[in-house]
């Protein structure tokens, strides 16, 4: 059972920067870089988003529209963690963000959330002035 924890929110100003990380453990049979990791966010009342997706070598990224430019996912598989770095933050952005562990051996560039299979419990980012 893979185990996904995710840090790094908090509070920020509108324009300003976070950036997220998503660490695994509790590999069986399998490594960090069989998974290809996805980041989402979700606010009250609403769905889930699909942000960005990195491929398990890291080779290969994809983004939605609306924080293309801003955010940028990268991965360190020697540390078994992925991390998020949003820049240009605006205040829709405020949201619980979730990483997720698709364990396909394929790579699509998918940010549907039916394609993951694990689940970090969420950090809080909010942008307020």
């Known amino acids: 059972q893979l185990h996904l924890v995710e840090s790094g929110g908090g509070l920020v100003q509108p324009g300003g920067s976070l950036r997220l990380s998503c660490v695994a453990s509790?590999?069986?049979?399998?490594?960090?870089?069989?998974?290809?990791i996805g980041w989402f966010r979700q606010v009250p009342g609403k769905g889930r988003e699909g942000l960005s997706v990195?491929?398990?070598?890291?080779?290969?990224?994809a983004y939605a529209d609306s924080v293309k430019g801003r955010f940028t996912t990268s991965r360190d598989n020697a540390q078994t963690t992925v991390y998020l770095q949003m820049n240009n933050l605006k205040t829709e952005d405020t949201a619980v963000y979730y990483c997720?562990?698709?364990?396909?051996?394929?790579?699509?560039?998918?940010?549907?959330?039916?394609?993951?299979?694990?689940w970090g419990q969420g950090t809080q980012v909010t942008v307020s002035s």
């Open positions: 509790g590999f069986t049979g399998v490594t960090f870089d069989d998974f290809n």
């Open positions: 990195i491929s398990s070598s890291g080779e290969n990224t």
């Open positions: 997720a562990a698709d364990k396909s051996p394929y790579y699509s560039g998918g940010l549907g959330e039916w394609r993951y299979d694990y």
